[in-house]
């Protein structure tokens, strides 16, 4: 009896499941089959789903006509670097956090930081864009990758804080104990533990400079424009063109979905390794 | 155990380095990052502005020891494709190089204002829309010597005056832009709907010239072609978006009911409570409720009313003259060999359009000023090149030009409108954003039904006042 | 020995603060103090222009009703997006963790909100939302649950726009639910629930004396986040009705804009940056001091 529930619940939970991913990915589906879908089909007061004559013309034409290359380029590079650079330091701060909590300074770090999140964007990019002309940083990467790095601070601390917080502090002093020093703990010990952790924030930490778009189109022009701001350039006031922004939009997630079903794994796999526990 | 995480560390590690490694390796690369090439400023400009024009690449031509300036434009426009266009021989004839920065429209106000403010020298040269020139003026150059009077007289006084802030003329027009009529001449040449119309009203179905007519026609229009309940194609379609040009459109319609000034006129008296404004409301109304225009209006705007005339779903639409090539394309309309133009249909007070032209202006804070100017020259005298483009342009002369008007009928509809008296402008204020949102919530109320018209009206003007005042 | 350990263990741990502290200056604290100078100040439009009055901006703000129209429909729209997405998040989540053929690739699939850049995303709602070249309303009106296909119009409608942005954000959002909670419950131990499940418990209470006390600092965590999030939403309502129609879905980012760049009102749209920044400040601290345990998160 317990064999039979079990398997009706297990199809439930399938079929629920199936029915949830169709609604999630339909919109992406839809803009990958617009994206094979002749130009004038793309937008038309008679959409349909499926393309009815499938073509490469939307991408042929989204290559050759912007330099796509570059933008792409400006994209991974600021948003790949300044990822890294943010995981880095944010969990060197996460920890501090964690390890101080209830130390003054912990406390008001971590409200700064949570101050840090509730900034509207636009606050920051329009004194930015003043700031860069006058630093001589306007339209370069380097600014980008700064910026970024701090974007994705007050997240990575955030959530990195959380997980640091469910270690257990035990492992560390034993390791003090046996004459490790701060660093040496943090790096040997805490870090590989908090892989798990590390893993999925930095997907979603990653998306955010990839995406964005307000900050990017105050402070580059035309050398270090990214990809979203290029692709807002494509809704233009003139035509609803749709055709070529979604074969750009697709080829634009396609790293966002490489990088996903790599660190996806490890994410499965670390979980059982028991470091991160209730 | 202890292995198995040693794995993953080492992975999520070398991923880091990988993408350390490589984006540092590639922001050295030339054209990518900051970093500058040794090259000549000039040199590393023509590449720039090889990867950055959309045609093939042909060989540049650099001349040694040439400035280069910046244009800022609009992303996808007249100006951007214009000055693609021209930039190569305009270098060639002046030794001058051109680096053209394209950004959507909410970007080049931004810059624009930040740019006034920091004053880098960023840009020299931009082409901005009217509205803004208010706002801007008092970080434009003065271009008062720079055309001969007679060149002068090519441009009708309402564009000019658009450019003239406290006298002086800061802006040379680059394109003028109004809302014309595009009808279907399958539709209306049409035999059989010629009869069934003169049944019907009583007179004989030709293009709209007053606005009963336009009224007739469009709920005429309006039907079901292939019986399954739905109406597939309407009479007409207009904008009433947030955001879109709700508000213009709008304006035009007052005008064309005779109101001496739109919204409020140069001593800030307010109009847009008098008679015309609100027959012109009433009459958007009455379109609403005769069921003439789709009911999704207030998702629309004039690209997308344009897309829906392409498509066939309506039988007249007022959007503007330079989407004429793009209706008269047959890879982007399925109208294209069947639509004619005409001037909007008349009010009370004739026919007429509120103009929404373009200027070339040259920024105070450049730094090449000499070169700049002599930009906007050039584009003044080769300002075929913008009809050549996008159908439209703003010299009268070239409505002399036959090899220019044959295929860009719109060309004369649209000067020939603007050439009326009671295409009056919009306001000339710096608040043009403000109150045209705050009309635009009013129209949207009324048309929805939400409030009468004269209510709509009545809070506009309070709004309007406040903004102003 | 042990106080000579702690006590360099606190310095070193303060040195770990330090990057991101000069970051943080640079990033934030630089603009923002800007942002705080601008609003004691009046502006020309051209910024050229400056004159000092004092706290004026930020009485005029709180006398401004579109303003509080504003905090009004933000208020809704967190209240609602957030609701949904948790409640699907975490359904998604535990249903994913329950385990079937295939879940790992659904996993990943469940992500494909976040691959598509925040305008791309906007404009595909929009166009799927649209009455007129929309998806929605065909399928719809095929499959017979509507009379026309302009019959539902999503964005001309001012409640139906409304919730045309939820729809949308909830979207982009819920993946971020799914994909922590799913983390945070393969972090449970199995132990638990075979203790409870011994002692004659359901699978609802499990879930309802296991799974939710165990997780409760990390959604505590995330619905901040999110709700955060939910705030200072912008890209995808400004793509699908910029505010419209009329004011229906002008949440105060999206009022917040319209001062700040489309009318440059930079000393008024600073104020209320400011004023806006401080709300969500004070519900934040409210929310975590009755919720989240001091020290440390554990039960």
């Known amino acids: 009896m317990k064999k039979k529930k079990r398997r009706l619940s297990g199809k439930v939970n399938f079929l629920f499941c199936m029915v949830m991913l169709l609604i999630f990915v339909f919109p992406y589906l839809n803009i990958f089959?617009?994206?094979?879908?002749?130009?004038?089909?793309?937008?038309?007061?008679?959409?349909?789903?499926?393309?009815?004559?499938?073509?490469?013309?939307?991408?042929?034409?989204?290559?050759?006509?912007?330099?796509?290359?570059?933008?792409?380029?400006?994209?991974?590079?600021?948003?790949?670097?300044?990822?890294?650079?943010?995981?880095?330091?944010?969990?060197?701060?996460?920890?501090?956090?964690?390890?101080?909590?209830?130390?003054?300074?912990?406390?008001?770090?971590?409200?700064?930081?949570?101050?840090?999140?509730?900034?509207?964007?636009?606050?920051?990019?329009?004194?930015?864009?003043?700031i860069s002309l006058s630093a001589g940083l306007y339209d370069k990467i380097i600014l980008l990758i700064a910026f970024y790095t701090a974007f994705q601070l007050p997240f990575v601390i955030w959530m990195m804080q959380s997980f640091f917080d469910s270690l257990p502090e035990e492992i560390e002093e034993a390791a003090m104990v046996d004459g490790c020093n701060t660093s040496q703990v943090f790096t040997k010990i805490v870090l590989p533990m908090a892989g798990t952790g590390l893993a999925s924030t930095a997907i979603l930490?990653?998306?955010?400079?990839?995406?964005?778009f307000l900050f990017a189109l105050f402070v580059t022009g035309t050398k270090a424009k990214t990809l979203p701001v290029a692709l807002s350039e494509l809704v233009t006031a003139f035509e609803v063109s749709l055709a070529p922004m979604t074969a750009i939009a697709v080829f634009f997630s396609i790293p966002l979905i490489i990088l996903t079903m790599f660190l996806q794994k490890y994410i499965i796999n670390g979980m059982t390794a028991g470091g991160v526990k209730g | 155990m202890k292995m198995r995480k040693n794995n993953l560390w080492k992975r999520i590690i070398s991923l880091s380095m990988a993408m350390l490694l490589g984006g540092t390796a590639l922001t050295g690369c030339s054209g990518g990052g900051g970093d500058i090439t040794p090259q000549t400023e000039v040199e590393a400009t023509a590449t720039q502005k090889q990867d950055d024009t959309k045609e093939g690449s042909t060989e540049a031509v650099v001349s040694a020891g040439g400035e280069t300036i910046s244009i800022l434009v609009e992303s996808g426009s007249n100006a951007e494709l214009t000055m693609r266009a021209i930039s190569e021989q305009f270098t060639a004839d002046t030794g001058i190089n051109i680096n053209i920065e394209a950004v959507p429209y909410s970007g080049i106000y931004d810059k624009l204002s930040a740019e006034l403010v920091a004053k880098t020298g960023i840009y020299d040269v931009a082409t901005i829309d009217i509205v803004w020139i208010p706002s801007l003026y008092p970080g434009l150059e003065p271009l008062d010597g720079l055309l001969p009077e007679a060149d002068l007289n090519d441009y009708a006084l309402s564009l000019l005056d658009g450019g003239i802030m406290e006298d002086t003329?800061?802006?040379?027009?680059?394109?003028?832009?109004?809302?014309?009529?595009?009808?279907?001449?399958?539709?209306?040449?049409?035999?059989?709907?010629?009869?069934?119309?003169?049944?019907?009203?009583?007179?004989?179905?030709?293009?709209?010239?007053t606005w009963q007519e336009f009224r007739d026609a469009a709920k005429f229009f309006t039907r079901d072609t292939n019986g399954d309940g739905n109406i597939d194609i309407y009479g007409t379609s207009f904008s009433a978006m947030i955001g879109a040009d709700t508000t213009q459109s709008f304006l035009d319609f007052a005008a064309q009911a005779g109101s001496p000034a739109v919204m409020f006129d140069a001593n800030n008296e307010i109009m847009v409570t008098n008679e015309a404004h609100k027959e012109a409301l009433d009459f958007l109304i009455s379109l609403k409720q005769d069921g003439s225009v789709p009911d999704g209006i207030f998702e629309m705007g004039a690209p997308e009313n344009q897309k829906m005339f392409s498509e066939g779903k309506l039988a007249m639409v007022y959007v503007w003259a330079g989407m004429c090539p793009t209706i008269a394309d047959p890879e982007k309309s399925q109208v294209a060999d069947k639509f004619g133009v005409a001037h909007v249909a008349a009010g009370k007070g004739g026919y007429a359009a509120t103009p929404?032209?373009?200027?070339?202006?040259?920024?105070?804070?450049?730094?090449?000023?000499?070169?700049?100017?002599?930009?906007?020259?050039?584009?003044?005298?080769?300002?075929?090149?913008?009809?050549?483009?996008?159908?439209?342009?703003?010299?009268n002369s070239l409505l002399n030009d036959p090899e220019l008007n044959k295929p860009n009928p719109q060309l004369a509809v649209m000067m020939d409108t603007l050439a009326q008296p009671q295409s009056v402008g919009r306001p000339k204020t710096e608040y043009w954003n403000e109150v045209r949102d705050a009309l635009n919530v009013q129209i949207q109320s009324a048309i929805m039904g939400e409030i009468d018209s004269e209510t709509a009206l009545k809070n506009a003007a309070l709004e309007i006042e406040k903004i102003i005042k | 020995m042990k106080k000579r350990s702690w006590f360099s263990r606190s310095n070193c741990l303060m040195l770990f603060l330090l990057p991101t502290a000069v970051l943080y200056l640079l990033f934030y604290v630089y603009p923002i103090g800007k942002l705080f100078m601008d609003s004691l100040f009046h502006y020309n439009k051209m910024r050229t222009v400056r004159s000092f009055i004092g706290l004026d901006n930020y009485v005029k703000v709180f006398a401004d009703t579109a303003f509080y129209e504003s905090s009004w429909i933000t208020l809704r729209y967190i209240f609602f997006c957030v609701l949904v997405e948790l409640v699907l998040g975490f359904a998604i989540a535990l249903s994913l963790n329950k385990g079937f053929l295939g879940d790992k690739l659904a996993r990943s699939l469940f992500m494909t909100p976040l691959m598509l850049a925040p305008v791309v995303s906007g404009l595909t709602w929009k166009f799927m939302f649209s009455s007129q070249f929309g998806i929605f309303n065909q399928l719809l009106y095929k499959a017979g649950l509507i009379s026309s296909p302009e019959a539902v119009l999503w964005l001309s409608n001012?409640?139906?726009?409304f919730i045309a942005c939820c729809i949308a954000h909830i979207w982009v959002s819920t993946p971020f639910?799914?994909?922590?909670?799913?983390?945070?419950?393969?972090?449970?131990?199995?132990?638990?629930?075979?203790?409870?499940?011994?002692?004659?418990?359901?699978?609802?209470?499990?879930?309802?004396?296991?799974?939710?006390?165990?997780?409760?600092?990390?959604?505590?965590?995330?619905?901040?986040?999110?709700?955060?999030?939910?705030?200072?939403?912008?890209?995808?309502?400004?793509?699908?009705a910029q505010g419209g129609p009329g004011t229906a879905t002008q949440t105060l980012s999206i009022y917040l804009y319209k001062n700040m760049v489309t009318y440059n009102k930079a000393g008024y749209s600073s104020a209320m940056a400011i004023v806006f920044m401080t709300m969500i400040m004070i519900v934040a601290r409210i929310f975590l001091k009755y919720l989240k345990p001091q020290g440390g998160g554990q039960e």
């Open chain 2, 356 to 395: 929404a032209p373009w200027y070339n202006v040259v920024l105070q804070s450049s730094k090449n000023k000499d070169a700049a100017e002599l930009l906007v020259k050039y584009l003044h005298e080769h300002n075929g090149e913008y009809a050549r483009q996008k159908g439209i342009a703003a010299r």
């Open chain 1, 33 to 130: 089959f617009s994206s094979f879908k002749p130009p004038l089909q793309v937008v038309s007061t008679s959409p349909t789903f499926f393309p009815k004559t499938w073509t490469l013309e939307n991408y042929s034409e989204a290559f050759g006509k912007m330099n796509l290359f570059r933008f792409f380029k400006n994209s991974f590079i600021s948003s790949s670097v300044s990822t890294v650079l943010a995981l880095a330091v944010g969990s060197m701060a996460a920890y501090a956090i964690s390890r101080l909590k209830g130390r003054k300074i912990a406390n008001s770090f971590l409200t700064f930081t949570l101050f840090m999140r509730i900034i509207p964007l636009i606050s920051i990019a329009i004194p930015m864009f003043s």
């Open chain 2, 169 to 209: 003329l800061y802006a040379i027009p680059a394109w003028a832009n109004c809302k014309i009529m595009y009808y279907r001449t399958d539709l209306f040449n049409d035999a059989e709907e010629k009869e069934n119309f003169k049944k019907e009203y009583g007179y004989e179905l030709k293009v709209p010239e």
């Open chain 3, 158 to 161: 001012k409640s139906l726009a």
């Open chain 3, 177 to 240: 639910f799914i994909i922590t909670i799913l983390a945070g419950l393969k972090g449970i131990a199995k132990e638990l629930y075979e203790a409870a499940e011994i002692d004659g418990a359901n699978k609802a209470q499990g879930l309802l004396y296991i799974t939710i006390p165990s997780l409760k600092p990390l959604l505590v965590t995330i619905i901040l986040l999110k709700a955060i999030d939910a705030a200072r939403g912008f890209d995808i309502i400004w793509v699908l």
């Open chain 1, 205 to 212: 930490s990653f998306i955010m400079p990839w995406n964005d």
